[in-house]
């Protein structure tokens, strides 16, 4: 047979542990978001990673997730919000998928990674914040078809950002994976 098939498949929506010889397309990626996400240097993204409760990223390093639990040091705000509320959680700090690489369902892939630590670790909701000023629409559909629902929001320091605060309180997102 040659040329593809379900091998190819598999291997085009792999998902690894993140890799340390990744890192730099790894924060190239996340950089080329910081709109969405935030801006940061390789030391940063590093300290990041190693603190993550949990971070994945595909086979070829056009995307990633990073996630963290309530027993995290992590001084975001909007990881603080989800703490000052929840006793038990994994907060989606950041996940995003390179344009090239849209339509490979790899965000449903990293986010059932997530989905199964949660599990694993019976930590309750899955938790994120998704930008509401400048809109992600794309984002909030996303995670709306998977079942996430808003719980809240805030208005970010500094006034330029505003943003809603989303959970999942279902065991795997693959029982709600929207139709593609």
Request: aromatic residues 8%.
């Amino acid at each position: 047979m040659g040329g593809g098939g379900e091998d190819a498949t598999r291997q085009d929506t792999a998902i690894v542990a993140v890799r340390s010889s990744d890192l730099p397309a790894l924060l190239a990626l996340n950089n080329a978001h910081a709109a969405e996400l935030s801006l940061l240097d390789a030391d940063g993204f590093a300290r990041l990673i190693a603190s993550a409760a949990h971070a994945r990223q595909s086979a070829d390093a056009s995307a990633f997730v990073v996630a963290f639990d309530e027993r995290a040091d992590y001084g975001s705000v909007n990881y603080l919000w989800f703490k000052t509320r929840y006793e038990r959680f994994l907060y989606v700090d950041r996940a995003v998928v390179a344009p090239s690489a849209r339509g490979r369902e790899l965000a449903h892939a990293l986010y059932d990674t997530v989905f199964a630590v949660a599990d694993s670790l019976q930590s309750g909701p899955v938790v994120c914040e998704i930008n509401v000023e400048p809109p992600n629409l794309a984002s909030q559909r996303f995670h709306e078809a998977c079942g996430f629902r808003a719980v809240g929001g805030a208005a970010l320091p500094g006034g330029r950002k505003m943003v809603a605060y989303y959970e999942h309180t279902r065991s795997r997102m693959a029982d709600r994976r929207p139709e593609s």
